[in-house]
């Protein structure tokens, strides 16, 4: 028998508030769910794996602002 996280373990791994999860799981936006009867319970490997595909960022590169690229524009304009 597997074993099983419930809302507030989850919301802890992850560390977001109980009430976000919540809310991304009615949008149908975060981890993966099972329902057993009424409650809400979460595979653990089902959230490593939305977790490992959530995009990346840091390159490490300076990101280019959109008011440097405005400037630019109303420059050169």
């Known amino acids: 028998m597997e074993s099983l996280l419930n809302e507030t373990q989850v919301s802890e791994?992850?560390?977001v508030s109980l009430a976000c999860l919540r809310r991304w799981r009615v949008r149908g936006e975060g981890p993966p769910y099972v329902k057993v009867g009424p409650l809400v319970r979460y595979r653990p490997e089902a959230i490593t794996e939305w977790i490992?595909?959530?995009?990346?960022g840091g390159n490490g590169r300076r990101p280019v602002g959109r008011a440097d690229s405005r400037r630019r524009m109303?420059?050169?304009a």
């Not at 490992?52 to 990346?56: D, H, K």
């Open 13 to 15: 791994k992850i560390q």
């Open 52 to 56: 490992e595909a959530l995009p990346a």
């Open 74 to 76: 109303a420059l050169s």
